[in-house]
C-alpha cells in the first residue's frame, strides 16, 4: 500500500547544521520510501537542498537573525495548512521556528523542549544540547542512529561539475588542496588566519595547486596582502556562489577546514579533509566522512570545548597552539 504521509521539516539556518540533517532526510526515506519530505528552508541553502534527491518542495524563508517576523510565518503557514502535512520536525531550537507548523496545525510536531516551547510541540525530546552529536541529536527525533549507510551525499551534476572546474581554470594534472579559512559562527572556530598563509606557502612548495575559498573581503585583503605571488596559490575568496562552492570542493584532493559548514559540505561530496577545531567539539560536529578520509586538528584543552563565538579567556589557545607544521604533516597522510 501506497504511503501518504506527508512530512515538513522546519530546516537548521546554517550550512553545516543542514548538510548533516542530509542523515535524517536520508533516514526518513529508507524508513518509508514513499514519503514526501518538503523543506521550510532560507534562501541561500536552497542549491544545497536542490542536490538532496530526497527532498520534494522548499518553503522559502527569509526572516533576519534576532526578528520574529510574525506576518510572514503567519502567510507562510497558511499556504503550508493546504499541503495537508502529517507531521512536522523543527530541527533548530528557538521558539518562533515552532510557531509555523503550529499555525498550519500539522498535527504532529516533533522536536526539542528548546525554549520552552510546549504546545507549539507536541511530541517533546528533553536533552541537553551538547549531550550527543549533532546528528543523532536529529535521529533522535526519529527514533533512530546514525549509521555510514546515512551519511550526507550530495547529489552533483557531472556537465555542471565540469563547467565550473573550466571556469575556474582548475588544472587538475596536480593536487588540489583547498582551504576554507572562514567560519561564521565566530573567531572561536577561526585558525589565526596568518596559519593559513602559512600552509598554502608550504603546500605550493611541493607544487601542489592551492586554493583559497570563502566569502570575507577583509579574509581576501589579508591573504592577497601576505601572500607571496606565486602561481601554485590562488584565492578565490567573494568569487563564488554556495553551488560553485561546493562543485570546487567536490573537484579537490584535500580540504584544509575550521569547523565549519564547507568542512560539512566537502563530506557530503566525499573529498578527503583535515578539519582543525576550536571552541567547538569534534564529539558534535565531526565530519561524516569514513575515518580514514579525515584528521582531527583539536588541542583538547581543560577549558575545551566551551562552544563560545570568542575565546572568554581571550587567549584563543586551542587554536594558536596548532602549527600549520602540524596541520601540513596531517595532510600528508592523506594525500
Not at 51 to 63: A, F, G, T, V
Not at 72 to 101: C, M
Not at 127 to 154: C, D, G, H, T
Request: proline residues 4%; hydrophobic residues 40%; contains cysteine.
Amino acid at each position: 500500500m501506497k504511503s501518504n504521509k506527508k512530512v515538513l521539516i522546519i530546516a537548521p539556518s546554517w550550512i553545516g547544521d543542514l548538510i548533516i540533517a542530509h542523515s535524517l532526510f536520508k533516514e526518513l526515506k529508507l524508513k518509508d520510501k514513499n514519503v514526501i519530505i518538503d523543506l521550510v528552508i532560507r534562501s541561500y541553502l536552497k542549491p544545497i537542498a536542490d542536490m538532496m534527491p530526497e527532498i520534494n518542495k522548499k518553503h522559502i524563508l527569509d526572516i533576519p537573525h534576532g526578528s520574529l517576523g510574525l506576518l510572514d510565518r503567519y502567510y507562510l503557514s497558511r499556504k503550508i495548512k493546504l499541503e495537508k502535512y502529517n507531521q512536522a520536525f523543527i530541527l533548530t531550537n528557538s521558539f518562533k521556528a515552532a510557531i509555523i507548523p503550529w499555525l498550519a496545525k500539522i498535527p504532529i510536531r516533533v522536536g526539542y523542549v528548546g525554549e520552552m516551547r510546549y504546545g507549539v510541540i507536541n511530541k517533546i525530546h528533553k536533552e541537553k544540547r551538547f549531550e550527543k552529536s549533532m546528528v543523532n541529536r536529529f535521529l533522535k527525533l526519529n527514533e533512530s542512529i546514525y549509521q555510514e549507510s546515512i551519511a550526507p551525499k550530495l547529489s552533483l551534476n557531472k556537465e555542471k561539475l565540469q563547467k565550473i572546474i573550466n571556469k575556474f581554470g582548475i588544472e587538475k594534472n596536480n593536487k588540489i588542496i583547498v582551504l576554507c579559512p572562514e567560519a561564521e559562527y565566530g573567531e572561536a572556530k577561526r585558525w589565526p588566519i596568518e596559519k593559513w598563509c602559512e600552509l598554502a606557502i608550504t603546500f605550493s612548495k611541493k607544487n601542489y595547486k592551492v586554493y583559497f575559498l570563502g566569502k570575507h573581503e577583509h579574509t581576501k585583503s589579508y591573504i592577497n596582502k601576505k601572500i607571496i605571488k606565486s602561481p601554485n596559490i590562488i584565492s578565490l575568496i567573494t568569487k563564488t556562489s554556495v553551488e560553485e562552492a561546493i562543485y570546487l570542493l567536490a573537484s579537490s584532493n584535500l580540504v584544509v577546514t575550521n569547523d565549519s559548514g564547507l568542512m560539512h559540505v566537502a563530506a557530503s561530496v566525499g573529498t578527503k579533509i583535515v578539519a582543525i577545531f576550536g571552541s567547538s567539539s569534534p564529539q558534535y560536529t565531526a565530519p561524516l566522512l569514513k575515518e580514514r578520509d579525515h584528521k582531527i586538528m583539536y588541542s583538547n584543552l581543560s577549558c575545551s570545548p566551551c562552544f563560545k563565538r570568542t575565546c572568554p579567556l581571550k587567549h584563543l589557545n586551542c587554536l594558536t597552539s596548532i602549527s600549520s607544521e602540524e596541520v601540513a604533516t596531517k595532510a600528508s597522510h592523506l594525500l
